[in-house]
């Protein structure tokens, strides 16, 4: 923030020169006088270069938005696979780089890192915001750290799904630094298609048993597998359309607290697909109930089903409208707005539901605009979420 002081100096002494001598314009000028912005300018007042003080160096936290590795919001990198880290964080950014689970557009494999450049307008050094007076959620109690991305195949889904949930394993192992506000480190991943939500789920049931899922999305992601890809191989079976209904039979989510939000998509079949998205435990909000409803009331309707059950939170970004969010791999159009969504994550926070971890999928840099404007819109997802975090502590009560 020193480095502002140069120009303003400059900046008034520019201003008070052109009151001393409004016209000043004379034959023998050199060039800045002659020029348009020099001909008000009394050179011989301008002041002389500023040096810094020997002592002057800037504040080791305050993070230049270009200096260093590029990492989400510039915050340190752990190895957070690593136990010897256990107890250093609290918060985890987690990369997921894969992508074989998709139905139409690919290229989320890259999400993380597109998210990482989205996010290089935020840092701890300017964390505070106008709506979440006082807060820093990087430096607030909770050490927040980028754990870098999960190695994983590109040659074989379901072994890359399997290395995606031993290193989520690995990181749900270690202990907070803070444990009387978690019971494990909290992780928001980055994906990476939907897909990357199955495996995050069974990492995480060794914590939390059941767990309510609340799934922005524009999609109901409950297909059968045998309706949705599936019925040729058991790699067709698991994809980004399919992975609530594993989780649903596998036992991970709960039994009737989960909830689709934003839902807007074309459906295969009359009755089949509402009728088993039932079976699986999920009611929904569709996109177009918001106008009517309004974001209170969709909060309030949330809240009333997830209670005091733990949640893990999946916001597939194309749950956004694709006028703000169009790089994604399969968009509807008729999406909710960004404003939307963050007051709708603020308004969990504020009702302190139990977020136990949380990603962000779907994001597919190759098809972002030059404004980078789903690339940004990511890193504002993961901030809110952040601040929900901090908010809300989640211990389990002691058996
Ligand atoms: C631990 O977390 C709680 C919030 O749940 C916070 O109030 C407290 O200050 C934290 N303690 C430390 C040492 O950071
Ligand atoms: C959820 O469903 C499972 C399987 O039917 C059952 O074993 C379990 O008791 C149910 N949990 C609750 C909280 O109802
Ligand atoms: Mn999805």
């Not at 270069?49 to 993070?63: A, I, K, M």
């Amino acid at each position: 923030m020193h480095s502002l002081l140069i120009p303003i100096v400059a900046l008034s002494s520019l201003a008070s020169a052109s009151k001393q001598k409004p016209l000043g314009n004379d034959a023998s000028s050199n060039f800045i006088q002659s020029s348009i912005y020099g001909r008000n300018l009394d050179i011989s007042s301008l002041p002389e270069p500023v040096t810094l003080p020997p002592s002057f160096r800037y504040q080791e936290e305050d993070e230049s938005l270009f200096g260093g590795i590029n990492t989400f919001a510039h915050l340190e990198f752990t190895e957070c696979t690593k136990s010897e880290n256990s107890g250093t964080f609290d918060i985890g950014i987690v990369g997921h780089p894969f992508d074989l689970g998709v139905t139409y557009r690919p290229g989320a494999r890259f999400g993380p890192n597109g998210a990482r450049q989205g996010a290089r307008r935020l840092s701890p050094a300017v964390g505070y915001d106008m709506d979440h007076p006082g807060v820093n959620p990087f430096r607030d109690w909770a050490k927040v750290t980028d754990c870098g991305d999960l190695e994983n195949t590109p040659f074989d889904k379901l072994v890359a799904i399997h290395e995606l949930e031993k290193g989520m394993k690995a990181i749900n192992s270690l202990k907070p630094k803070n444990e009387s506000a978690a019971d494990a480190v909290r992780l928001i991943t980055i994906g990476g298609d939907h897909t990357i939500t199955l495996p995050i789920l069974r990492a995480l049931h060794s914590t939390w048993g059941r767990v309510a899922v609340l799934h922005f999305d524009s999609h109901l992601d409950t297909w059968d597998p045998k309706q949705l890809g599936g019925g040729l191989t058991k790699q067709s079976e698991v994809n980004h359309g399919t992975m609530l209904h594993i989780a649903h039979e596998e036992g991970l989510l709960s039994n009737n607290s989960n909830m689709h939000l934003g839902s807007r998509c074309t459906l295969v079949d009359k009755h089949f697909d509402l009728n088993n998205d039932l079976r699986c435990g999920f009611s929904y909000i569709r996109a177009r109930e918001l106008d009517k409803l309004g974001v209170d009331a969709v909060v309030k309707k949330i809240v009333e089903r997830v209670g005091d059950e733990f949640v893990y939170l999946s916001v597939d970004i194309d749950v956004l409208d694709p006028a703000f969010a169009p790089a994604t791999g399969t968009i509807e159009p008729g999406g909710w707005t960004t404003r939307e969504l963050l007051a709708i994550i603020n308004g969990l926070a504020d009702a302190g539901l139990k977020i136990i971890g949380s990603d962000v999928v779907e994001y597919t840099p190759i098809y972002d605009n030059a404004a980078e404007s789903t690339g940004i819109m990511v890193g504002q997802i993961i901030y809110e979420i952040l601040h929900w975090m901090i908010k809300v502590p989640v211990k389990k009560p002691k058996a």
